[in-house]
């Protein structure tokens, strides 16, 4: 089975930069694609970046695109998601999550899921 942990969430001022990592552990052989998600408050989850273990191409939302960069580190089995200029709409918790379908970022192809980690965007 597979396990994953997010860290990295809290407080910063609008304009400001966090970077989240999601740590996986467990059979990660069989899943090819790890994404990270939000879920705004009333909102449904959604997609905000992807990245395939294949090739290591990326997916963004277009809501983050030019701000929010995902990357991973094999050595370590850590998916990263640094996000920069910051806005208060991207005030959510955020999630990671695994699937071993390629090249999808439909929140209905992932799981598992990690705990999701708190992050606000406000002066």
């Known amino acids: 089975q597979l396990q994953l942990v997010e860290s990295g969430g809290g407080l910063v001022q609008p304009g400001g930069s966090l970077r989240l990592s999601c740590a996986v552990s467990g059979l990660t052989k069989d899943y090819h694609t790890i994404g990270w998600f939000r879920q705004l408050p009333g909102k449904e989850r959604e997609g905000v970046s992807t990245i395939f273990s294949k090739d290591g191409s990326t997916w963004y939302a277009d809501s983050v695109k030019g701000r929010f960069t995902i990357s991973r580190d094999n050595a370590n089995n850590t998916v990263y998601l640094q996000m920069d200029t910051l806005e208060p709409e991207d005030t959510a918790v955020y999630y990671c999550?695994?699937?071993?379908?390629?090249?999808?970022?439909?929140?209905?192809?992932?799981?598992?899921w990690g705990q999701g980690t708190q992050v606000t965007v406000s002066s």
């Open positions: 999550a695994a699937t071993k379908y390629y090249y999808t970022h439909e929140v209905s192809d992932f799981g598992p």
